[in-house]
């Protein structure tokens, strides 16, 4: 054993002390990092509910598809559904199948998006339509699309009626008139648009550009036949014709030969049947009343005839005397 034996460590050897230190971040990190909220901040402005319908015009009868659809597809469409503005309640109503007067529509879930399917487009679903989605972490306006409306394209059979006449009587195919009268006949029809309204004669390059046709003084030069023209001002293929026949009898032609002379008889006949009916019916009531009252006859009352007694078998029991008849 050595005495006073020391053993010395130069400084450098002795073991160095091992501590963690925080990192600083440098720039470069934190515009990374803002860089990156950026992106995912417009990645999920732009992941929205999209809705698409109809790109050319839409006709009455045509079949109709909606879509509703994310721009961003890892997000799930399960959670969306179709509404449609009600006019009456003025108010967004979600739509569904068989739901009252939407019953005919039809939805379908695909992978990526909800496809709402109008079987017959009618001039009551123009819309607006909209997609909404259910997840209740996203609040109005962000939760729901842009609304949709489309414009629904009709024309309905042409009417022709006279100046001077209701409606609810029409209009005959040929109208006969005398020598000199006037003729005024008007064309409608109902239409998405207004359409424009053409009335030309049958062999003759005559065009008049209006809705109604008016024939005054008329002389054996205006007779034959006149057809009315309406012609959708966007749809070419919405037009509807309807021909009327003008024949001009002699000035001195009995009445009843004239349209209106053949109205005024028919007239007549439905008041003179009507009024013949009704005189009937008071006949019939009048007869059948008199034969129930007299079928009755007097009331035959026995107790009425003889008075009644004490004794008597028709008496009622009393408790007191009586000597005086009780009728």
Known sequence: MLAGFSTFFPLNALPEKHTKTKATPTPSSMKALLLAAVVSLIHASYASLVIKGPTEPVLEGDTVTVECLYTDSDLNISQVHFEVFSKYMHGWRPIMERYWCFYSLKIQQLADRLVLSIPRAGRYYE????????????????NSSQPLSFKVHYMGELSLSREGYTGYLGTPHELKVR??????????????????????????????????????????????????????????????????????????????????????????????????????????????????????????????????????????????????PLV
């Open 127 to 142: 819309g607006p339509y909209r997609c909404v989605s259910n997840d209740q972490n996203v609040t109005e306006p962000d």
């Open 179 to 324: 020598l000199g009268d006037e003729v005024v006949v008007k064309c409608s029809a109902s239409s998405s648009e207004e359409p424009s309204y053409f009335w030309y004669k049958e062999g003759s390059d005559w065009v008049l550009p209006s809705s109604s046709l008016k024939l005054s003084k008329l002389n054996a030069m205006d007779e034959g036949q006149y057809t009315c023209s309406a012609r959708h001002p966007s749809v070419e293929s919405l037009n509807k014709k309807r021909t009327i026949s003008i024949t001009v009898l002699p000035e001195d032609a009995h009445w009843y030969e004239t349209s209106d002379g053949r109205l005024m008889l028919m007239i007549s006949a439905v008041a003179v049947a009507l009024v013949v009916f009704i005189l009937s019916m008071i006949v019939f009531l009048c007869r059948r009343a008199k034969e129930t009252k007299t079928s009755k006859g007097p009331i035959d009352d026995r107790s009425q005839k003889k008075p009644i007694y004490k004794a008597s078998s028709e008496s009622l029991p009393s408790t007191c005397g009586d000597n005086q």
